[in-house]
Nanobody
Framework: QVQLVESGGGLVQAGGSLRLSCAASGRTFSSYNMGWFRQAPGKEREFVASISRSGLSTYYADSVKGRFTISRDNAKNTVYLQMNSLKPEDTAVYYC???????????????WGQGTQVTVSS
């Protein structure tokens, strides 16, 4: 069992930056691949980025590639999402999730956080 708690969301102007954190409970964090997803109002949840257990392999959605960076600190049971050059279309609730595989597919993820709101103003 893994419990996930996101933080770091907020309101930022276009072009600004935010860093999201996701703290995991339990002693098995390093055995999970981690992902970030987002859901904007009226839209389906979409993949943002994922990272393997070791941190050596990452995937990104095309829409965030070059602007967002996912990382993890297994000693702190935390995964991060550094978001730079934010755009109004990045506005969404951001969720972190844990999975047994490193995947872009939300169906692979067993555990989800409650989400944190990111709002980018133009």
């Amino acid at each position: 069992q893994v419990q996930l708690v996101e933080s770091g969301g907020g309101l930022v102007q276009a072009g600004g930056s935010l860093r999201l954190s996701c703290a995991a409970s339990g002693r098995t964090f390093s055995s999970y691949n981690m992902g970030w997803f987002r859901q904007a109002p009226g839209k389906e949840r979409e993949f943002v980025a994922s990272i393997s257990r070791s941190g050596l392999s990452t995937y990104y959605a095309d829409s965030v590639k070059g602007r967002f960076t996912i990382s993890r600190d297994n000693a702190k049971n935390t995964v991060y999402l550094q978001m730079n050059s934010l755009k109004p279309e990045d506005t969404a609730v951001y969720y972190c999730a844990a999975a047994p595989v490193n995947s872009r597919d939300s169906r692979a993820y067993d555990y989800w956080g409650q989400g944190t709101q990111v709002t980018v103003s133009s």
